[in-house]
């Protein structure tokens, strides 16, 4: 089966701008997780999705990000404005609700 | 609060020797634990989880509610091991998932 497809890999923006990540979980998976990775951390939970609803955003800075799952498949993840502290691997994750999550290759954002 | 914790960052190795990588959790509720792998270059993938108890790729790990630990085991370690391993924990009535900071296997020849 095909895995989680996210786009881009890699992203350098300037501060204060705007940057958007795509991710296409695996086919039936209702559940779908963003994950931000700092270089040296593990990853860190941003927020989950049950199908099109919000499960867990506490970790999310509302502020300036903020994520979608449209019909209960495909998922954004936008920053505005970025923060040099932004810098990091975004992970997309999906799983069924009895197996551990599944990971896409992720997106590396440089913010400079 | 729930946290998960891998208290070497680096543990390296020879060829042939055990392998434990330590991880300890805190939750009060019936933890679901799992050990994700991420060799270079590579996607984070799911390398076992404790409900299966399973051997992967010679891996095993074992849930121990007593001293909340899930360490990771391997009795000979094999050079495409090195990679980097993390613990993680399922908040069962949420899926929620945790991850630990992950350690560095690095298995010398």
């Known amino acids: 089966e095909a895995g989680v497809a996210q786009s881009p890999r890699y992203k350098i923006i300037e501060k204060r701008q705007s940057v958007a990540f795509w991710c296409n979980p695996i086919s039936g998976h209702a559940t779908l997780y963003w994950y931000q990775q700092i270089l040296g951390q593990g990853p860190k939970l941003l927020i989950q999705?049950?199908?099109?609803?919000?499960?867990?955003d506490s970790q999310l800075p509302k502020d300036r990000f903020s994520a979608e799952r449209l019909k209960g498949v495909d998922s954004t993840l936008k920053i505005q404005p970025a923060k040099l502290e932004d810098s990091a691997v975004y992970l997309c994750?999906?799983?069924?609700?009895?197996?551990?999550?599944?990971f896409g290759q992720g997106t590396r954002l440089t913010v400079v | 609060a729930q946290r998960v914790t891998q208290p070497e960052k680096l543990l390296s190795v020879f060829k042939g020797a055990p392998v434990e990588l330590k991880c300890n959790y805190s939750y009060s509720g019936s933890p679901e634990l799992f050990w994700y792998v991420q060799y270079s270059r590579q996607r984070l993938q799911l390398l076992l989880r404790h409900i299966s108890r399973e051997s992967i790729k010679g891996f095993t790990a074992d849930l121990n509610k007593g001293e909340t630990s899930f360490h990771l085991k391997k009795p000979f370690a094999q050079e495409e091991d090195s990679a980097m391993y993390y613990c993680a924990l399922r908040i069962s009535s949420a899926s929620k998932i945790i991850f630990g900071s992950g350690t560095r296997l690095s298995i010398r020849p």
């Open positions: 994750a999906s799983s069924l609700k009895s197996s551990g999550a599944f």
């Open positions: 999705f049950q199908n099109n609803g919000v499960v867990d």
